[in-house]
């Protein structure tokens, strides 16, 4: 049996954002537990013992690579609510044709699809199961998948929709689509426990109803979200100042920063999330961001690379949790065209256009009602006064841009960074890292 937990739906979004904007103390205090856009619900049993022997008598078992059982997370701690399980084919054609699903006759934000791809010999082993167990890559019991559908991997259609180009391997997430199985099975899930992965950082990795209750007992009235797949730096801590004092001129209180690093699958050459981890927390702890309390929160979801389409699902999953502010970057869910000789508009360009993501959040009939989006204005190095500033293109030769490449460079080559950039210990972390990718931190 699984234990659901559930919160007020869809009006009580509406009722949140009043409060927030200005009603009764103890109004806000009654409803900053209602802040999600769509009921959470987590689908962990009820009794994890009984349920994990009852699993092990099962005759057929289905062994999750990371990504699985990262999605397998997301679902049991509810980012994907409503979602009770892995989609079935149903629920994978609405998001794959109109990013959304239907539930009771309203539609639900769900962008990207979540699946577990089987083989064909798989297929033939499962058939006529009503219930499979889930193990993780060491062999261990993790969940079942119950009342299973079995329906076409059709590859090369996920990749073109999901990612608006052709089913192009040189893209990192399209490779792991084309190398998986040729069937997806979709079915209820039930997860034993929490997923841990004992890497040190299971003490960041918080649960959507465990954010909202985080939220609540700080006295916050906006939780505005800030996702980085790279270091922070003090450019950074300028943007959020500048949101906070937008939020409090809008009448808000106590605005939290939610940092929000992605913690699931990225590719190889990102900075991996340990590294962002501590790098985050030596930032915090040295450089503290003036005006808000900020909330180190790791959200599980692997990155598909997808653009805005990615975008809304960041934004949806992490309304689930309590966010009522997103901010969005500047290339959101980005990467560069996989093609050598793409032209939109020219070679080497990115995949997606930047502002792109924004407006399919502003046009988006569901969202955009959900969650406030905040500027993300592009911070640079400004020379002559040896700090980070808002970047000014009528005084663009003042300032110096640092790529995520020349800290490479620089660190590779045990030089320090521009004063002004970031603190000297955050900058160890990081620095240590570039160096030597193995080291650990």
Known sequence: ??????????????????????????????????????????????????????????????????????????????????????MGERDYLACLHYEHIVRDGALIPMPVPIVLPITGEQKESLAGQSKIALKDAAGVLVGTLSNPEIFEHRKEERATRTFGIDANRGHPYIEMIMGAG????????????????????????????????RFAKMGADAVFVFQLRNPLH??????????????????????VLWLSPLGGWTKDDDVPLDVRVAQHRAFI???????????????????LYAGSRELQWHVSSR?????????VGRRPGGVKHPAKDALQPSPDDDLYHMAHGREMLRLSPTLREAVGLLPYHLTSYLKKAKRMAVFDPKRKNEFRTVTGLEMRRIASQSMKPPVGIMDAYSWRVLAKYYRDPKTEL
């Open 234 to 255: 003090k450019g950074h801590s300028l943007l959020v100042l500048e949101e906070v004092q937008k939020l409090k001129r809008e009448g808000y209180k106590k605005p």
């Open 319 to 327: 309304v689930s949790a309590g966010a009522t502010h997103y901010i």
């Open 1 to 86: 049996q699984v234990s659901t937990q559930s919160t007020w739906g869809l009006k009580s979004r509406a009722i949140f954002r009043a409060a927030t904007m200005g009603l009764e103390r103890a109004l806000f205090l009654l409803l900053a537990g209602l802040a999600s856009g769509a009921d959470v619900v987590e689908l962990f049993s009820s009794s994890a013992a009984a349920a994990k022997a009852a699993a092990a008598e099962l005759e057929h078992s289905i062994t999750l690579n990371l990504e699985g059982l990262q999605w397998l997370q997301v679902l049991g701690e509810g980012w994907a609510t409503p979602l009770r399980g892995f």
């Open 285 to 303: 702890r040295r450089s503290p961001f003036q005006g808000t309390t900020p909330v180190l929160a790791i959200w599980p979801s692997p990155m």
């Open 182 to 213: 040729e069937w997806l099975i979709g079915g209820d899930i039930e997860v034993f426990e929490r997923i841990r992965y004992h890497d040190g950082m299971d003490r960041w990795r918080l649960t959507p109803n465990e954010l909202q209750a």
